[in-house]
Nanobody, 121 residues
Framework: QVQLVESGGDLVQPGGSLRLSCARSGGAFSIRDMGWYRQPPGKQRELVAT???????NYADSVKGRFTISRDAAWTMVYLEMDSLKPEDTAVYYC???????????????WGQGTQVTVSS
């Protein structure tokens, strides 16, 4: 139905920047929103940022002013620009999508495999 592939994770020094990309494939659905989540080592997965089909974006307080989510017009690519990175940003970052199949009345959620971001000196 849908596939998400993340890329761009790397080892970066504190204060550095990274740009993560999520490539979407598949069809026969409408998109409610897409977003980025992360899972720090030993912790639960947490929201980073989302962008909705009707326009609004949502950010975790911990990344406001430092991270920016964006997408192309066709929703084939979603990006996360990460600036002023801190060691606590170290995590596996996952791309997420919530869709409604054309033949369904229920939303479905899918995840990419994740990309590792490590912030360390």
């Amino acid at each position: 139905q849908v596939q998400l592939v993340e890329s761009g994770g790397d080892l970066v020094q504190p204060g550095g920047s990274l740009r993560l990309s999520c490539a979407r494939s598949g069809g026969a659905f409408s998109i409610r929103d897409m977003g980025w989540y992360r899972q720090p080592p030993g912790k639960q997965r947490e929201l980073v940022a989302t962008i909705s089909s009707d326009g609004p974006t949502n950010y975790a307080d911990s990344v406001k002013g430092r991270f920016t989510i964006s997408r192309d017009a066709a929703w084939t690519m979603v990006y996360l620009e990460m600036d002023s990175l801190k060691p606590e940003d170290t995590a596996v970052y996952y791309c997420n999508i919530v869709i409604l199949r054309y033949s369904s009345t229920q939303f479905s959620e899918y995840w990419g495999q994740g990309t590792q971001v490590t912030v360390s000196s």
